[in-house]
Protein backbone atom coordinates (compact mmCIF):
# COMPACT_ATOMS: atom_id res chain seq x y z
CA UNK A 1 0.00 0.00 0.00
CA UNK A 2 1.25 3.03 -1.22
CA UNK A 3 -1.24 5.79 0.06
CA UNK A 4 -4.41 5.98 1.87
CA UNK A 5 -7.25 8.46 2.24
CA UNK A 6 -10.35 8.36 4.09
CA UNK A 7 -12.78 10.50 2.46
CA UNK A 8 -16.20 11.95 3.64
CA UNK A 9 -19.00 12.27 1.41
CA UNK A 10 -18.89 16.21 1.12
CA UNK A 11 -14.81 15.15 -0.10
CA UNK A 12 -13.50 16.44 2.97
CA UNK A 13 -10.39 14.71 3.76
CA UNK A 14 -10.52 12.99 7.24
CA UNK A 15 -7.34 10.81 7.32
CA UNK A 16 -4.31 10.51 5.16
CA UNK A 17 -1.33 7.96 5.48
CA UNK A 18 1.55 7.33 2.83
CA UNK A 19 4.26 4.82 2.58
CA UNK A 20 6.94 7.60 1.30
CA UNK A 21 7.36 10.54 3.07
CA UNK A 22 5.53 13.20 1.33
CA UNK A 23 6.93 16.42 0.30
CA UNK A 24 5.88 20.31 0.80
CA UNK A 25 4.17 21.00 -2.37
CA UNK A 26 1.83 17.74 -1.66
CA UNK A 27 -1.93 18.01 -1.73
CA UNK A 28 -3.74 15.36 -0.23
CA UNK A 29 -7.04 17.83 0.23
CA UNK A 30 -6.62 18.57 -3.82
CA UNK A 31 -6.50 14.47 -4.49
CA UNK A 32 -9.16 13.83 -2.18
CA UNK A 33 -10.94 15.79 -4.05
CA UNK A 34 -10.38 14.46 -7.51
CA UNK A 35 -10.91 11.40 -6.28
CA UNK A 36 -14.79 12.77 -4.80
CA UNK A 37 -15.58 14.01 -7.92
CA UNK A 38 -14.76 11.22 -10.11
CA UNK A 39 -16.66 8.91 -7.89
CA UNK A 40 -19.72 11.32 -8.37
CA UNK A 41 -19.47 11.41 -11.82
CA UNK A 42 -19.51 7.69 -11.77
CA UNK A 43 -22.51 7.70 -9.64
CA UNK A 44 -24.66 10.69 -11.32
CA UNK A 45 -23.45 9.31 -14.75
CA UNK A 46 -23.25 5.44 -14.50
CA UNK A 47 -25.76 4.74 -11.15
CA UNK A 48 -22.70 3.02 -9.39
CA UNK A 49 -19.61 3.81 -7.56
CA UNK A 50 -15.90 3.07 -8.68
CA UNK A 51 -14.46 -0.32 -7.34
CA UNK A 52 -10.85 0.83 -8.88
CA UNK A 53 -9.10 2.93 -11.05
CA UNK A 54 -5.96 1.53 -12.92
CA UNK A 55 -3.73 4.33 -14.30
CA UNK A 56 0.08 3.82 -16.46
CA UNK A 57 1.61 2.67 -13.24
CA UNK A 58 -0.91 3.09 -10.00
CA UNK A 59 -4.08 1.21 -9.21
CA UNK A 60 -6.41 3.15 -6.86
CA UNK A 61 -8.61 0.27 -5.09
CA UNK A 62 -11.84 2.45 -2.83
CA UNK A 63 -13.98 0.85 -0.34
CA UNK A 64 -16.89 2.48 0.80
CA UNK A 65 -18.49 2.44 4.07
CA UNK A 66 -22.32 3.07 3.82
CA UNK A 67 -23.84 2.16 7.91
CA UNK A 68 -22.90 5.91 9.57
CA UNK A 69 -24.67 8.99 9.39
CA UNK A 70 -21.10 9.98 7.30
CA UNK A 71 -20.90 8.01 4.34
CA UNK A 72 -17.23 7.28 4.33
CA UNK A 73 -14.62 5.96 0.82
CA UNK A 74 -11.42 4.54 1.86
CA UNK A 75 -8.84 4.95 -0.88
CA UNK A 76 -5.66 3.07 -0.85
CA UNK A 77 -3.23 2.96 -4.01
CA UNK A 78 -0.41 0.50 -5.20
CA UNK A 79 1.87 -0.11 -7.83
CA UNK A 80 2.44 -3.61 -7.88
CA UNK A 81 -0.75 -5.01 -9.67
CA UNK A 82 -0.15 -8.40 -7.99
CA UNK A 83 -0.55 -7.25 -4.20
CA UNK A 84 -4.58 -5.97 -4.89
CA UNK A 85 -6.09 -9.10 -2.99
CA UNK A 86 -4.04 -8.33 0.20
CA UNK A 87 -5.23 -4.79 -0.21
CA UNK A 88 -8.61 -5.63 0.09
CA UNK A 89 -8.01 -7.78 2.95
CA UNK A 90 -5.89 -4.50 4.78
CA UNK A 91 -8.42 -2.07 3.54
CA UNK A 92 -11.45 -3.80 4.90
CA UNK A 93 -9.39 -4.03 8.18
CA UNK A 94 -8.70 -0.26 8.41
CA UNK A 95 -12.42 0.47 7.53
CA UNK A 96 -13.73 -1.57 10.65
CA UNK A 97 -11.00 -0.52 12.52
CA UNK A 98 -11.56 3.10 11.84
CA UNK A 99 -15.36 3.26 12.21
CA UNK A 100 -15.17 1.70 15.49
CA UNK A 101 -12.49 3.91 16.51
CA UNK A 102 -14.59 7.45 15.59
CA UNK A 103 -18.14 5.93 15.28
CA UNK A 104 -19.54 8.89 17.64
CA UNK A 105 -17.78 11.21 15.14
CA UNK A 106 -19.17 9.70 12.22
CA UNK A 107 -23.04 9.48 13.45
CA UNK A 108 -23.29 12.89 13.65
CA UNK A 109 -22.58 16.47 11.01
CA UNK A 110 -19.32 16.57 10.16
CA UNK A 111 -17.84 19.45 12.25
CA UNK A 112 -14.75 20.16 9.95
CA UNK A 113 -12.24 19.12 12.90
CA UNK A 114 -9.92 16.77 11.21
CA UNK A 115 -6.88 16.46 14.06
CA UNK A 116 -8.58 14.32 16.22
CA UNK A 117 -8.36 11.28 13.40
CA UNK A 118 -4.36 11.74 13.43
CA UNK A 119 -4.05 9.66 16.43
CA UNK A 120 -5.16 6.79 14.05
CA UNK A 121 -1.50 6.60 12.29
CA UNK A 122 -0.96 3.93 15.51
CA UNK A 123 -3.88 2.04 14.35
CA UNK A 124 -2.40 1.89 10.63
CA UNK A 125 1.05 0.85 12.69
CA UNK A 126 -0.67 -2.48 13.77
CA UNK A 127 -2.94 -3.01 10.42
CA UNK A 128 0.06 -3.22 8.53
CA UNK A 129 2.36 -5.22 10.90
CA UNK A 130 -0.42 -7.81 11.59
CA UNK A 131 -0.33 -8.16 8.01
CA UNK A 132 2.78 -8.25 6.88
CA UNK A 133 4.02 -5.16 4.71
CA UNK A 134 6.44 -4.10 6.79
CA UNK A 135 8.75 -6.94 5.88
CA UNK A 136 6.92 -7.46 2.23
CA UNK A 137 9.06 -4.96 0.29
CA UNK A 138 12.48 -5.24 1.68
CA UNK A 139 11.75 -9.15 1.11
CA UNK A 140 10.86 -8.64 -2.57
CA UNK A 141 14.25 -6.69 -3.10
CA UNK A 142 16.36 -8.70 -1.03
CA UNK A 143 15.05 -11.68 -3.45
CA UNK A 144 15.40 -9.98 -6.25
CA UNK A 145 18.87 -9.15 -5.71
CA UNK A 146 19.56 -13.25 -5.76
CA UNK A 147 21.37 -14.87 -2.72
CA UNK A 148 20.01 -17.64 -0.31
CA UNK A 149 16.53 -16.23 -0.16
CA UNK A 150 14.48 -17.69 -2.93
CA UNK A 151 10.61 -16.69 -2.29
CA UNK A 152 8.22 -14.91 0.42
CA UNK A 153 4.24 -16.56 0.20
CA UNK A 154 1.91 -14.55 2.09
CA UNK A 155 -0.73 -17.22 3.37
CA UNK A 156 -4.82 -17.01 4.88
CA UNK A 157 -4.47 -18.30 8.05
CA UNK A 158 -7.66 -20.09 8.26
CA UNK A 159 -8.75 -21.21 4.27
CA UNK A 160 -4.91 -21.52 3.26
CA UNK A 161 -5.45 -19.49 0.51
CA UNK A 162 -2.63 -17.80 -1.07
CA UNK A 163 -2.78 -13.61 -1.44
CA UNK A 164 0.12 -13.02 -3.01
CA UNK A 165 3.65 -14.34 -3.96
CA UNK A 166 6.99 -13.86 -5.04
CA UNK A 167 9.43 -16.22 -6.12
CA UNK A 168 12.64 -16.68 -7.95
CA UNK A 169 11.96 -20.50 -7.79
CA UNK A 170 9.29 -22.77 -8.03
CA UNK A 171 7.25 -22.80 -4.95
CA UNK A 172 4.44 -25.41 -4.27
CA UNK A 173 1.63 -23.01 -3.65
CA UNK A 174 -0.92 -26.54 -3.25
CA UNK A 175 1.16 -28.40 -0.76
CA UNK A 176 2.04 -25.24 1.42
CA UNK A 177 -1.35 -23.90 1.00
CA UNK A 178 -3.03 -26.48 3.18
CA UNK A 179 0.69 -28.15 4.72
CA UNK A 180 1.54 -25.16 6.63
CA UNK A 181 -1.79 -23.92 8.04
CA UNK A 182 -1.56 -27.71 9.72
CA UNK A 183 2.14 -27.36 11.20
CA UNK A 184 1.49 -23.92 12.76
CA UNK A 185 -2.24 -25.00 14.12
CA UNK A 186 -0.69 -27.84 16.13
CA UNK A 187 2.15 -25.69 16.89
CA UNK A 188 0.34 -22.69 18.28
CA UNK A 189 -1.82 -25.20 20.14
CA UNK A 190 1.66 -26.41 21.97
CA UNK A 191 2.60 -23.32 23.18
CA UNK A 192 -0.53 -21.85 23.94
CA UNK A 193 -2.42 -24.54 25.86
CA UNK A 194 1.10 -25.95 27.64
CA UNK A 195 3.53 -22.78 27.85
CA UNK A 196 0.64 -19.93 28.00
CA UNK A 197 2.48 -17.88 25.83
CA UNK A 198 2.40 -16.36 21.75
CA UNK A 199 4.23 -18.69 19.19
CA UNK A 200 6.29 -16.01 16.81
CA UNK A 201 7.64 -18.43 14.09
CA UNK A 202 8.10 -21.60 13.03
CA UNK A 203 11.77 -22.91 11.46
CA UNK A 204 11.76 -26.24 9.34
CA UNK A 205 15.12 -27.63 7.86
CA UNK A 206 15.92 -30.04 5.29
CA UNK A 207 19.17 -32.32 5.11
CA UNK A 208 20.15 -30.55 2.27
CA UNK A 209 19.28 -27.32 3.91
CA UNK A 210 16.28 -25.69 2.47
CA UNK A 211 14.65 -23.82 4.82
CA UNK A 212 10.95 -22.93 5.67
CA UNK A 213 10.51 -20.04 8.21
CA UNK A 214 7.10 -19.21 8.82
CA UNK A 215 6.50 -16.04 10.73
CA UNK A 216 2.99 -15.89 11.98
CA UNK A 217 1.20 -12.67 12.22
CA UNK A 218 -1.92 -11.62 13.81
CA UNK A 219 -3.84 -11.95 10.00
CA UNK A 220 -1.15 -13.46 7.75
CA UNK A 221 1.21 -16.09 7.82
CA UNK A 222 4.37 -15.32 5.85
CA UNK A 223 6.25 -18.19 4.70
CA UNK A 224 10.17 -17.19 3.57
CA UNK A 225 12.14 -20.31 2.17
CA UNK A 226 15.71 -20.28 2.08
CA UNK A 227 18.63 -21.98 0.15
CA UNK A 228 21.30 -22.31 1.99
CA UNK A 229 25.02 -23.90 0.75
CA UNK A 230 25.91 -26.52 3.12
CA UNK A 231 24.57 -30.10 2.51
CA UNK A 232 24.39 -32.73 4.51
CA UNK A 233 21.90 -35.16 3.18
CA UNK A 234 24.45 -38.19 2.61
CA UNK A 235 26.04 -38.20 5.82
CA UNK A 236 23.00 -37.96 7.89
CA UNK A 237 20.80 -40.41 6.72
CA UNK A 238 23.15 -43.09 6.58
CA UNK A 239 23.69 -42.81 10.46
CA UNK A 240 22.02 -45.93 12.30
CA UNK A 241 18.83 -44.45 13.42
CA UNK A 242 17.78 -43.98 9.49
CA UNK A 243 18.44 -47.82 8.87
CA UNK A 244 15.62 -48.91 11.01
CA UNK A 245 12.12 -49.08 9.21
CA UNK A 246 10.20 -50.08 12.63
CA UNK A 247 8.02 -47.85 13.95
CA UNK A 248 9.01 -48.80 17.66
CA UNK A 249 12.63 -48.37 18.84
CA UNK A 250 14.69 -51.33 19.43
CA UNK A 251 17.89 -51.69 21.88
CA UNK A 252 16.73 -48.16 23.56
CA UNK A 253 19.42 -48.99 26.35
CA UNK A 254 21.97 -48.28 23.75
CA UNK A 255 20.47 -45.48 22.62
CA UNK A 256 20.37 -44.00 25.89
CA UNK A 257 24.15 -44.45 26.20
CA UNK A 258 24.97 -42.65 23.18
CA UNK A 259 23.05 -39.80 23.95
CA UNK A 260 24.12 -39.53 27.38
CA UNK A 261 27.65 -39.18 26.16
CA UNK A 262 26.96 -36.09 24.04
CA UNK A 263 28.47 -32.54 25.36
CA UNK A 264 25.68 -30.04 24.62
CA UNK A 265 25.79 -26.66 23.53
CA UNK A 266 25.35 -24.31 26.94
CA UNK A 267 22.25 -22.40 25.27
CA UNK A 268 20.65 -25.56 25.87
CA UNK A 269 18.57 -25.99 28.97
CA UNK A 270 16.38 -29.08 28.86
CA UNK A 271 16.68 -32.78 26.68
CA UNK A 272 14.37 -35.08 25.93
CA UNK A 273 14.36 -38.05 23.66
CA UNK A 274 10.93 -38.99 22.56
CA UNK A 275 9.59 -41.91 20.18
CA UNK A 276 7.29 -41.79 18.11
CA UNK A 277 4.34 -42.10 20.31
CA UNK A 278 5.16 -39.70 22.84
CA UNK A 279 7.15 -41.72 25.24
CA UNK A 280 10.35 -39.69 26.72
CA UNK A 281 13.18 -42.42 26.31
CA UNK A 282 16.03 -40.31 28.05
CA UNK A 283 16.01 -36.76 29.49
CA UNK A 284 18.56 -34.25 31.12
CA UNK A 285 17.47 -31.19 32.79
CA UNK A 286 20.03 -28.61 32.76
CA UNK A 287 18.23 -25.49 34.08
CA UNK A 288 15.32 -26.82 36.43
CA UNK A 289 13.54 -23.02 35.22
CA UNK A 290 12.65 -24.52 32.25
CA UNK A 291 10.21 -26.77 33.23
CA UNK A 292 8.69 -28.17 29.96
CA UNK A 293 8.56 -31.90 30.75
CA UNK A 294 4.53 -31.84 30.74
CA UNK A 295 4.24 -30.72 27.17
CA UNK A 296 7.22 -32.60 25.55
CA UNK A 297 5.43 -35.90 24.59
CA UNK A 298 2.93 -32.80 22.02
CA UNK A 299 5.98 -31.92 20.50
CA UNK A 300 6.09 -35.18 18.41
CA UNK A 301 2.84 -33.87 16.48
CA UNK A 302 4.57 -31.20 15.34
CA UNK A 303 7.62 -33.11 14.21
CA UNK A 304 5.26 -35.09 12.37
CA UNK A 305 3.43 -32.63 10.45
CA UNK A 306 7.14 -31.06 9.73
CA UNK A 307 8.25 -34.27 8.37
CA UNK A 308 5.57 -34.33 6.14
CA UNK A 309 6.05 -30.49 4.89
CA UNK A 310 9.09 -31.79 4.24
CA UNK A 311 8.87 -34.33 2.15
CA UNK A 312 5.91 -33.59 0.23
CA UNK A 313 6.74 -30.05 -0.74
CA UNK A 314 11.01 -30.65 -1.34
CA UNK A 315 11.26 -34.59 -1.66
CA UNK A 316 13.89 -34.51 1.57
CA UNK A 317 13.79 -35.88 4.79
CA UNK A 318 13.82 -33.44 7.53
CA UNK A 319 16.41 -32.60 9.71
CA UNK A 320 15.36 -30.18 12.32
CA UNK A 321 12.05 -28.18 12.76
CA UNK A 322 11.94 -25.08 15.83
CA UNK A 323 9.51 -22.88 17.41
CA UNK A 324 10.26 -19.74 18.75
CA UNK A 325 7.59 -17.89 21.11
CA UNK A 326 8.24 -15.01 23.72
CA UNK A 327 10.17 -16.50 26.11
CA UNK A 328 11.12 -20.28 24.63
CA UNK A 329 12.34 -21.99 21.95
CA UNK A 330 11.77 -25.29 21.20
CA UNK A 331 14.09 -27.32 18.57
CA UNK A 332 12.83 -30.86 17.28
CA UNK A 333 15.78 -32.73 15.33
CA UNK A 334 14.49 -35.54 13.56
CA UNK A 335 16.25 -39.55 14.29
CA UNK A 336 13.98 -41.00 12.09
CA UNK A 337 11.42 -43.19 14.71
CA UNK A 338 12.59 -40.94 17.36
CA UNK A 339 12.78 -36.88 18.10
CA UNK A 340 15.57 -35.21 19.95
CA UNK A 341 13.50 -32.06 21.47
CA UNK A 342 15.47 -29.38 23.11
CA UNK A 343 14.76 -26.51 25.28
CA UNK A 344 16.08 -23.13 25.78
CA UNK A 345 15.55 -19.45 25.89
CA UNK A 346 14.33 -16.92 22.79
CA UNK A 347 17.00 -14.69 23.46
CA UNK A 348 19.73 -16.78 23.17
CA UNK A 349 18.16 -19.00 20.71
CA UNK A 350 16.24 -17.12 17.58
CA UNK A 351 18.75 -17.29 14.18
CA UNK A 352 18.93 -19.73 11.57
CA UNK A 353 22.86 -19.79 12.16
CA UNK A 354 22.45 -20.59 16.25
CA UNK A 355 20.04 -23.46 15.48
CA UNK A 356 22.04 -24.89 12.68
CA UNK A 357 24.85 -25.14 14.65
CA UNK A 358 23.06 -26.93 17.46
CA UNK A 359 21.85 -29.37 15.98
CA UNK A 360 24.94 -29.57 13.15
CA UNK A 361 27.06 -30.51 16.85
CA UNK A 362 24.50 -33.14 17.72
CA UNK A 363 25.30 -34.69 14.33
CA UNK A 364 28.87 -34.58 14.53
CA UNK A 365 28.56 -36.13 17.76
CA UNK A 366 26.05 -39.20 16.62
CA UNK A 367 27.27 -40.21 13.52
Keep these: MDDLFIINEAGSLLYSWHLK?????????????????????????????????K?????????????????IT???????????????????????????????FLNKDFDGEVTKFHKFDEHIKEIILSHGLDTLFDSINQIEKGGNFKSVVFLEPKGGHIFYIHAKQFVNKEKLGYLIPL??????????????????????TTVRNENVLVEIRKKIIIIKQYQLPENIEDE???????????????KPKKIIEKFERLIWDKRIKQIFLVDLVGKIIYSKIIDEKYDCSDYIPETISVLTSSKKISEETYNRVL?????????????????NNMGLTMIGNVNEINTFQTIQDICYNIFLQVK
Design 74 to 104: FVATTKNDELIELLHSVIHDIMESFTKEFGD
Design 236 to 250: FLTLDFFKSKEKYIK
Design 183 to 204: VVNSSQFLYQNNLNEKLNWILL
Design 21 to 53: KQDETSDDDLISGFLTAMNTFASIERGEDIKSL
Design 319 to 335: FSTSLGGEKITTICMNF
Design 55 to 71: LKETNIIFEKFSESFQK
